[in-house]
């Protein structure tokens, strides 16, 4: 249709690109807090800890994001519970996020020479009081550029949330395709915004990693 100007269909995607942005911060914040949880259950060396969040994690790092999409979607409202697309995309993004960031971080904290674990230990702290006082803000540093690489794949990761009819980029642009029959124009935009939007956030995490090769 040629009601639709080169503006009208940048200005609908910049809109539609205010929600990826929303549900990436979203589900990138709440996937933290939980993959924080799951850090402490992970490396806590308690058997009926560790091997649930072990099984959390390869459940959802072995299976598609797509079919979790569908499971919090379609699965949930089989027990009769209503979810709309946006609580089913936060929910499965979330638990998503959380498994990747604990095995991030956890490759962080088993970084940390042994001696400083022997070393709290001998102070008779607790296993929290070592991994709050001690562990983290040592692991912290390193967690941070490939914390922030990882943003990335959650950035993109929204994407498949337009199949459950969650209203973001890729769908505002399948939708506007669907009615300018101008599927090169539509998706090239729709690629550079994405590109703008992740590109900053992979040079970024190389440049704190650089910074961070040099610091050591």
């Given at each position: 249709?040629?009601d639709?100007?080169?503006?009208?269909?940048l200005?609908?995607?910049?809109?539609?690109?205010?929600?990826?942005?929303?549900?990436?911060?979203?589900?990138?914040?709440?996937?933290?807090?939980v993959?924080?949880?799951?850090?402490?259950?992970r490396?806590?060396?308690?058997?009926?800890?560790?091997?649930?969040?072990?099984?959390?994690?390869?459940?959802?790092q072995?299976?598609?994001?797509?079919?979790?999409?569908?499971l919090?979607?379609?699965?949930?409202?089989?027990f009769?519970?209503e979810?709309?697309?946006?609580?089913?995309?936060?929910?499965?993004?979330?638990?998503?996020?959380?498994?990747?960031?604990?095995?991030?971080?956890?490759?962080?904290?088993?970084s940390?020479?042994?001696?400083q674990?022997?070393?709290?230990?001998?102070?008779?702290?607790?296993y929290?009081?070592?991994?709050?006082?001690?562990i983290?803000?040592?692991?912290?540093?390193?967690?941070?550029?490939?914390?922030?690489?990882?943003s990335?794949?959650?950035?993109?990761?929204?994407?498949?949330?337009?199949?459950?009819?969650?209203?973001?980029?890729?769908?505002?642009?399948?939708?506007?395709?669907?009615?300018?029959?101008?599927?090169?124009?539509?998706?090239?935009?729709?690629?550079?915004?994405?590109?703008?939007?992740?590109?900053?956030l992979?040079?970024?995490?190389?440049?704190?990693e650089?910074?961070?090769?040099?610091?050591?």
């Amino acid at each position: 249709m040629d009601d639709f100007t080169f503006w009208d269909i940048l200005s609908n995607l910049l809109d539609a690109m205010v929600w990826t942005i929303a549900l990436s911060l979203i589900a990138f914040v709440s996937g933290g807090i939980v993959g924080l949880i799951l850090l402490f259950m992970r490396t806590s060396q308690v058997p009926w800890l560790e091997i649930p969040t072990k099984l959390y994690i390869e459940f959802f790092q072995g299976t598609p994001l797509l079919m979790q999409l569908f499971l919090f979607f379609f699965g949930v409202a089989l027990f009769g519970i209503e979810v709309s697309p946006w609580l089913a995309a936060w929910l499965a993004l979330t638990f998503w996020a959380s498994a990747f960031l604990t095995e991030i971080w956890r490759g962080c904290v088993e970084s940390i020479p042994k001696g400083q674990w022997e070393a709290s230990s001998s102070l008779a702290m607790s296993y929290i009081e070592q991994m709050r006082y001690v562990i983290l803000p040592q692991a912290v540093r390193i967690a941070v550029a490939p914390t922030v690489g990882f943003s990335v794949q959650v950035v993109k990761g929204t994407a498949l949330a337009s199949i459950i009819g969650f209203v973001e980029l890729t769908k505002a642009g399948t939708m506007l395709n669907n009615v300018t029959f101008k599927p090169f124009l539509v998706y090239s935009l729709v690629a550079a915004i994405y590109f703008c939007l992740c590109f900053p956030l992979s040079w970024y995490a190389k440049r704190l990693e650089g910074r961070l090769n040099v610091a050591r």
